[in-house]
């Protein structure tokens, strides 16, 4: 079993027509995603690597039976391409595209919410469950089939982990980016809440970052709720001190948010943690031969 | 994009706020006598202005014009005051704090007001602050007699109501990340003026506001072309000159590196990018910075591996490299992008662990 995604999911990819759209609607294909539409206005009747190109997303729903969305569109078409891909009943809708005005994501996270609708990013390299369907830009080759759950807020340093643990012999179940921008429709939480009930993912591993608190937030979820084995690595344990921490921001976070404050959240939960990305591999191969 | 004080407080003044009498200078003979008792403020993006000398009073024109001049004269932080807000004095009576921001663990805005202002607002109790979030599209009606009690102005509720109300529409309506008074002065006649103010504008919306002042942010030269460009810069101390993509894998780079005694230098975010002229100019920008050693590392997605190498042989052929080379490569198209670097006589590498030890151990050998 997978999260979020596997083959039965049909995919309508908006924004198909453009460069990227175009190229890694080829990939997720080849990959098995089961993409059968995309909607770019104004170019209705084209057809990408095959797929049919809609006018609207409720037309496209309404031919195809589509239930799920991924976004490639102009950052500041997001808004109400994600507002139509709620209002034609997509349940789960992936938004790679990035610098996504922050006002936009909090207002389509918040009308995703009220519908019950899972959004994934914006600005993430979006879901790869291995052997059944990808959506989004991670390279195919990276992945390899298995039972280690990852959930990431970065994007190509998700590649980076992925691949290290491919090429060390440990596959997938679902790897999820997450995204890097400050507000993100599916957190840390919410993924590890999805492994913790996966019945075939018996490990997870958890790519943070510094900044906010999201990876403190995992670490006091862990410690309640979590019972499989974690490992992490928290990018920026060498980074000098950022210059956006806004006054305001560091009162949200009361002084939480450093690498250090990071991986002492998460090591007093219990996770194991990396110094390097390239540590990862032999923590996970060390709790599931413990397991 | 942060905004000067002046730059906020006009913007205030638009949407109803109430701000002191005051007139922006440039130059010290520009001071008139049009206020008396004055507050000479240095106009800068950094904090801690007022501890480095940057906030002066004067009692009449002549010692207005002197003090002008001298902070205009002055650097803070490394940054040059290019300007000075000549404001009246205020006669307070309480200073309190109030703020909008984004809570990123709730994904709504949060208004933070507290009675303990003038102070940096990480110095403050954690139960002096109330905190109120805030629904785009909602009205604020319903938190101003918890705002207004929690700041014990209950008798000054209408203007609490009025500037709660104004502050939380021009946060919305100018894509704020954050818009701060600090202090929010009660004067000695009960009226509630902001003293100061902070505002930050969210970048990536600046393309729907070209109402806005442009950003006057001091930058070196060079940071000011990679902004021009739309690359990611930081400066750091070290002597590896990195270019990769994404934010999270340059941070894991500088991590790696530290493992092999390696330093970053000057840093550069290609982001997701997919064009080859695009990292000509980070190489450009590279060269530029003379590091002992550049360090590529890209894992391919949608910046697609094949036009980083078409990136790198053009810059190879245009540019005068003299620092030598680290390249790894992975991801999206990397066999493709392998074979255009080969036949350059370019060997990249496929891991990020070699590909750090190597340029550490160039760095140290230089």
Known sequence: MTILLDERNKVVVQGITGHQGQFHTGAMLEFGTNVVAGVTPGKAGQTVHGVEVFESMKDAARDTGADTSILFVPARFVKSATREAIDSGMQLIVIISEHVPVHDSIEIIQMAKAHGIRIVGPNCPGIGSPGKAKLGIMPNHIFKEGKVGLVSRSGTLTYEVVNALTESGIGQSTCVGIGGDPIVGTSFIDVLDLFQNDPDTSAIVLIGEIGGTAEEEAADFIMENVTKPVCTYVAGLTAPPGKRMGHAGAIISRGRGTAESKVRALKEAGVKVAAVPHEIPNLVWEVLNDA | ?366
């Not at chain 2, 205030?12 to 008396?36: A, S």
């Not at chain 2, 894509?175 to 990536?204: F, H, Q, R, T």
């Open chain 2, 1 to 366: 994009m942060k905004l000067l004080e002046y730059q906020a407080k006009e913007l205030f003044k638009e949407y109803g706020i109430p701000v002191p009498r005051g007139y922006l200078v440039v130059d010290p003979n520009d001071v008139d006598d049009r206020i008396g008792d004055s507050v000479i403020k240095a106009q800068v993006l950094i904090g801690g202005r007022g501890k480095a000398g940057g906030i002066r009073f004067a009692k009449d024109r002549e010692s207005a014009r002197e003090e002008a001049g001298n902070v205009l004269e002055m650097y803070i932080s490394g940054f040059k005051v290019r300007s000075v807000l000549i404001e009246e004095r205020l006669r307070i009576a309480r200073e309190i704090y109030i703020s909008i921001a984004i809570d990123r663990s709730k994904g709504l805005p949060l208004l933070l007001a507290s009675r303990e202002g003038g102070l940096e607002i990480e110095s403050v109790r954690d139960d002096l602050i109330g905190r109120w979030h805030l629904t785009p599209g909602a009205e604020v009606n319903n938190i101003i007699d918890g705002i207004a009690s929690f700041l014990a102005l209950e008798e000054e509720k209408e203007q609490v109501a009025k500037l709660v109300a104004s502050l939380w529409r021009l946060f919305w309506e100018k894509d704020c990340e954050l818009v701060e008074i600090n202090p929010l002065v009660v004067g000695d006649d009960g009226d509630i003026v902001a003293s100061d103010a902070k505002m930050i504008i969210n970048d990536d919306a600046l393309f729907r506001h070209p109402e806005l002042p442009v950003e006057e942010e001091d930058l070196t030269p060079l940071e000011r072309k990679a902004r021009e460009r739309g690359i990611a810069f930081v400066q750091l101390d070290g002597g590896i000159g990195v270019i990769a993509n994404g934010a999270g894998l340059t941070m894991s780079t500088l991590d790696t590196l530290s493992l092999y005694g390696g330093k970053g230098g000057v840093f550069l975010d290609l982001g997701g990018t997919d064009d080859v002229g695009q990292v000509v100019e980070a190489f450009r920008l590279m060269v530029e910075a003379s590091p002992k050693v550049i360090l590529v590392n890209i894992f391919g997605g949608i910046t697609k591996c094949d036009t980083v190498a078409k990136g790198i042989v053009q810059a190879k052929e245009e540019l005068r490299i003299e620092s030598p080379m680290v390249a790894r490569i992975k991801g999206v198209n990397e066999a493709e992008a392998r074979k255009i670097l080969e036949e350059k006589g370019i060997f990249a590498l496929q891991d990020l662990d070699k590909a750090c030890r190597k340029a550490s151990e160039l760095e140290a050998s230089r």
